[in-house]
């Protein structure tokens, strides 16, 4: 089991095991591109569970599957077999539409290729996601300002992209993917384009958020962030090699859960 310096130190549990209910869970997931004899299986029979509070670090070599993991998790894309849940919801069940509005509403992603809107200011930026969502320009600015609070960019609320450092930057990425009710933390390499200072700086927002209760998946090809982590899970050829304590099944919320009537314990939104 690898379990991270920081992750020990935040977490006095002999075990490591996360004890929130499960938000994500993963379970016989393959992904296939392609058909005949150019097909790529990208993802084999893959079981995951990422529970809130927990922070899951997913290496592997280049090619492994990682990024296709993350957007199966995501609802970026679907499986080719096998089920995703998020909460209640079966990702892999529900319509492209569905799907879109699901992970609008409860899935933060921060991709090394930040994505920023260069003409809209930091507040813009990360106001925007809430505003698509329905959220009222005065509203979604106020959770804006707060989410750049959080991250330490208070006073930089409107500048634009071009007058931040990289690392601001990728602050401003990381309020925009945290900003509002969202649960689910999906960050690929976030660290990848910045120096080894500011690095430690975004991993300490995202093992923020998880230990506020958010659940996180993060992609990495360094041990040492991966370090900030609750347990990390290796992939080689799209299948886990390797894979520190999963815990039990018996509090999952999907299976016969799934569909239920009543509310969700894992959103608020
Ligand atoms: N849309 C696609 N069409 C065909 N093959 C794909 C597609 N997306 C991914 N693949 C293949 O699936 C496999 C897994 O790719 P993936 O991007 O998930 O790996 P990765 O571990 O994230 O790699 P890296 O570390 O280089 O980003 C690779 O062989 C890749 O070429």
Known sequence: MTRGRRAAEREPSPDGAATGPVLLALAGVSRVHGTGPTAVHALDDVDLRVRMGELVAVMGPSGSGKSTLLNLAGGLDT?????????????????????????????????????????????????LPRELDGVRARAARKEALAALD??????LADRFPEEMSGGQQQRVAIARALVGPRRLVLADEPTGALDSHTGEAVMRLLRARV??????????????????????????DGVVVDASRDDDAED???????????EDPTWDD
């Open 150 to 155: 959080d991250v330490g960019l208070a006073d």
């Open 211 to 236: 230990d506020a209760g958010a659940a996180g998946l993060l992609v990495t090809h360094e041990p040492r962030f991966a370090a900030w982590a609750d347990r990390t899970v290796y992939l080689r």
């Open 79 to 127: 499986p080719t077999s096998g089920r995703v849940t998020l909460g209640r919801d079966v990702l892999s069940d529900v319509s492209a539409t569905e799907r879109a509005a699901l992970r609008r509403r409860r899935v933060g992603y921060v991709f090394q290729d930040l994505n920023l809107i260069p003409a809209l200011t930091a507040a813009e930026n990360v106001a």
């Open 252 to 262: 999952l919320l999907v299976g016969a859960a799934a569909g239920a009537a009543g």
